[in-house]
């Protein structure tokens, strides 16, 4: 089914306006942003993600400091990874992501297509399959290790038959990880994890499809079409995603029109900037509710390029004019900003970014760069408060660019420091 005409918008945002809203909505403005703490932050955010690299700390650390700030970090791993009672699973949503656990039910349509498909990037043998869930019923909880099958190298097409196995039961929902040791999965039989009324919740393809509509929606505040494919990498429309992302294609023969109805979003459009055309969108509802409301206290913190806020590229220069992209995976030659380039946020907008790295207890800026002059004293909060975070008591700059303006963010850090 193809995607016919946006309805007529029931209001014009102007980009400043949706800027705001998406700030509100990711919890970056004001006292009610950090209520709850991360349980309240992941549900707002609807899915965070997980990535191995480590500089400061784990990306998912990273997204739960930027918006409830100096967090114990123990205190949020527990807090995604509850040692008794699930309160999350590990599943494929915009990448590899925590989810609320009561998002169960709605990632069915992409279990359901993962099995129809019959591996993810492997061929999984129907044996070690089999091999796997009869020790987890027989032993209980195991992690990779455990099982006989953590990876030989770190490689990702160097997986064991074992690990292999273990993946696709994770795609297809024989099996859940709603909990870790250390950064090991502990892999257990979803009958044991979740609650009878979750377990045996089966929405059709298309509930599912208007859930993911309605997370995005709450997530980002003001969405388009291609922020609500994006946020949890779907496609609309009967279209199939394809080989990306582990077999994640849904596959589903509905428009996105009718997914955001459904899901209770509100036409909108945002005002074009520079005179450029209008942009034809859909609001949260209760994000528009809360526009008017006084804007409270900005957040200035610095953010990994994993967070929600800005893992859409297209969408991070679209709200905020800023360009911005991971860089580990380039050659070091070829970086701009460097390895894990962190932006700013100060004053609800995006005016600067730096490379750090710790060294024992000295928090490096291997690189910085500042949008403009006022930047600096953000910056040099920032680089204070997540030193602190991270056990750091003292903050070392490297390259600053412009290199007028390192005297007076050296100033500034020294003052806080």
């Known amino acids: 089914m193809a995607d016919r005409s946006l309805p007529p918008p029931q209001l014009t945002l102007s980009p400043e306006d949706a800027r705001l809203i998406t700030l509100r909505a990711q919890g970056f403005v004001g006292a009610r942003g950090r209520r709850g703490g991360v349980p309240a932050m992941l549900r707002r955010v609807g899915a965070v993600q997980l990535d191995t690299i480590s500089v400061l700390a784990r990306s998912h650390e990273l ?46 349509f992409r279990r359901r297509a993962l099995q129809a498909r019959g591996r993810i990037w492997h061929q999984s043998h129907p044996d070690v399959c089999a091999q796997i869930l009869a020790r987890l019923r027989a032993e209980g909880p195991l992690t990779t290790t455990e099982l006989g099958g953590a990876r030989k190298s770190a490689d990702w097409w160097d997986w064991s038959d074992t690990k292999v196995a273990v993946e696709f039961l994770l795609g297809t929902g024989e099996v859940i990880c709603a909990r870790r040791v250390g950064w090991r999965r502990v892999y257990d039989l979803p009958e044991r994890v979740l609650p ?10 298309a509930e599912c499809l208007t859930r993911m509509a309605a997370v995005a929606g709450r997530a980002l505040g003001v969405v388009t079409r291609s922020d609500l494919a994006d946020y949890q990498r779907l496609r609309f ?34 005002a074009g900037r520079r005179a450029g055309p209008a942009i034809r969108a859909w609001a949260d509802p209760a994000a528009l509710a809360g526009h008017g ?33 991971l860089e580990a995976y380039v050659p070091r030659a070829r970086r701009v900003h460097g390895y894990f380039t962190m932006p700013l946020l100060a004053q609800g907008r995006l005016l600067g970014r730096v490379d750090p790295a710790r060294s024992g207890r000295t928090l490096v800026a291997h690189k910085l760069t500042l949008d403009k002059p006022s930047a600096a004293e953000p910056m040099a909060r920032a680089l204070a408060e997540a030193a602190a975070w991270v056990g750091c008591d003292n903050v070392k700059l490297g390259q ?13 850090i020294a003052e806080l420091t």
């Open 63 to 108: 997204i739960a400091y930027a918006r409830l700030g100096p967090v114990a970090r123990d205190r949020i791993e527990r807090a995604y990874w509850h040692p008794r009672q699930a309160s999350t699973f590990e599943y494929w949503s915009h990448a590899a992501c925590i989810l609320p656990v009561e998002e169960w039910p709605y990632y069915g």
């Open 400 to 412: 600053v660019d412009p290199a007028s303006l390192e005297p007076r963010l050296r100033k500034a």
């Open 293 to 325: 409301e006084a804007a409270g206290r900005h957040r200035v913190t610095l953010l990994s390029p994993f967070d929600s806020l800005v893992w859409d590229r297209k969408r991070t220069v679209r709200t905020f004019g800023f360009e911005h992209s």
């Open 196 to 205: 009878q009324d979750l377990l045996n919740a089966d929405p059709s393809d």
């Open 237 to 270: 429309g009967g279209t199939s995603e394809g080989e990306r992302g582990g077999g994640r294609g849904n596959g589903l023969a509905i428009a996105t029109e009718d997914a955001a109805a459904a899901a209770g979003l509100v036409p909108v459009e945002i």
